[in-house]
DNA sequence: TAGGATTGCAA
DNA sequence: TATTGCAATCCTA
């Protein structure tokens, strides 16, 4: 049984898609109470608590309490969400969040700033290329003044519109670089005063006296009963450009001679969705070790070699097949390969004939009983799924499509982290999990753990799901700290 | 000074 | 070509 319990992860759980989960908003939501505000005891946050006049924070303090246990009364009268969820996966987790926050994160300073000169160089070429590419000064960061130097002055053909104008993001520059290399050397400008502005800067700034960053994860924000991370946020560390990719190697190991080792499921949502679909050709797939796109590439092409283009609508197919298509793409059916991926998805589902048969089966249960739910039998109510409006209903019928697979992907990592955290304390270990960045958990390892650690969470991960036809599958990445390598 | 708009990073 | 979140910056109210 568990020691605590939360009131607001009770709503959370219940209805993810509130905003703004709050004590004071469900006390005049459920009992039309209005609940003194933090800003009127503290004079709007000129005071801090501690100075605030005793009585009145007394009262303050008493009201959080007294309200905080009726609501905790109210929610044990109607259990309406899944005990099993409450109790097994998100109140659980709560230490184990508390435990990742508290360990913190270790960041080599002297990697930051050896990218922070590298980044800064950069930008000071580009700028002076940009500028003399434009015959004057601006503010690049402006979308407002490169719009004007771009499509005024330079008079550059215009791309996509945003909502008020028209946009001058990459993927319109891009498709000017070939004729304009003015519009290269802008994003490129661009790019790098992202990583050095959010990620050395923003990162140093947060580094206490040790170097070590401490974040906070917030397990009742997504719509998706998925975790998020603030301050700084450490789930979206670039990765895959080379320069970027050097901001993950300040992320380095506390311990001497320690590594860093980051445990990742591999395609999750296209596992669960062959386990959860039990179709037998996605199955066989993986139990023959291809690469589920080259497979899909296969059956849709009926070839093994595929052109580039070929590869574009393979990937599309595969993303619309697991998350659906969005009312918007749905109205742009207009646009020509959009309209060519479409008979290409019907071909998907020909050679994946239980996927369909799963998809329809799941919009069927959702019309009659307005939920769906994950293999956890977390559930989701959506009622608009029997609308008239087609574009509500095929809006409600993605939803519950893509629902099963990828919210069940956020509860199996919730419990994977449960599980690791138990068989880290039982063996007394003084590695510590330092991350979770959504598929993916990243551990701080002290010296001598390593191989242990591994093989155990490596176990742990892959066996969440009990007899299925297929494991879930999970790649290992680790890294040095590498000063200490020579 | 607050907050909307734009942009871009991750999964 | 999905979706959801966080954050930096610009710029108007």
Known sequence: ?????????????????????????????????????????????????EE?????AAD???????ITNKLYEKQKKDWIINNKILYDIEIPLIEVLKDMEISWVKINRDILKWIWILLENEILRLKKEIFS?????????????????????LKLPKGKKTKTWWSVNSEVLLNL????????SIVKYRHFSKLLSTYVYGLINLLDEEDL????????????????????????????????SQIRWAFVSRWNKGKILALDYSQVEVRLLAIMSKDKNLINAFKNGFDIHNKTWEFIFWKKEITWSERKIAKAVNFWVIYGISAFWLNKMINSWVKEAWIYINKFYENYSKVKDFF??????????????????????????????????KIAEREAINMPIQWTSADIIKIA??????????????????????????????????????????????????????????????????????
Do not use: C
């Open 1 to 49: 049984m568990a020691k605590f319990y939360d009131t607001l992860i009770w709503e959370y759980i219940r209805d993810p898609w509130v905003r703004w989960l709050a004590l004071d908003k469900l006390a005049s939501k459920y009992f039309d109470y209005e609940m003194i505000s933090y800003k009127n005891v503290t004079n709007n946050k000129k005071l801090s608590f």
């Open 52 to 56: 605030v006049d005793l009585l009145v």
């Open 60 to 66: 303050y303090s008493v009201e959080d309490v007294y």
């Open 133 to 153: 590419l434009a015959w004057e000064e601006f503010n690049i960061k402006s979308p407002k003044q490169v719009w004007e130097i771009l499509f005024i002055k």
């Open 177 to 184: 670089k070939k004729e304009f290399p003015i519009a290269e």
């Open 213 to 244: 960053v401490h974040t906070s994860y917030n397990s009742t924000v997504t719509s998706t009963w998925r975790l998020s991370s603030t301050n700084p946020n450490l789930q979206n560390i670039p990765v895959w450009e080379w320069i970027a």
């Open 360 to 393: 329809d089966k799941t919009i069927k249960k959702a019309e009659e009983t307005w939920y769906v739910e994950t293999m956890f039998w977390r559930k989701r109510y959506i009622k608009w799924i029997t609308d008239r409006n087609t574009l509500i209903k």
């Open 417 to 486: 982290m449960i599980e690791v955290a138990k068989m880290m304390k039982k063996n007394k270990l003084k590695s510590k999990m330092i991350m979770q960045v959504h598929d993916e958990l990243v551990f701080d390892v002290f010296l001598g753990e390593e191989f242990f650690l591994k093989k155990e969470v490596k176990k742990i991960m892959e066996n969440i799901l009990k007899d299925t036809p297929i494991k879930l599958k999970v790649d290992i990445w680790e890294w040095y700290n590498w000063w200490e390598t020579k």
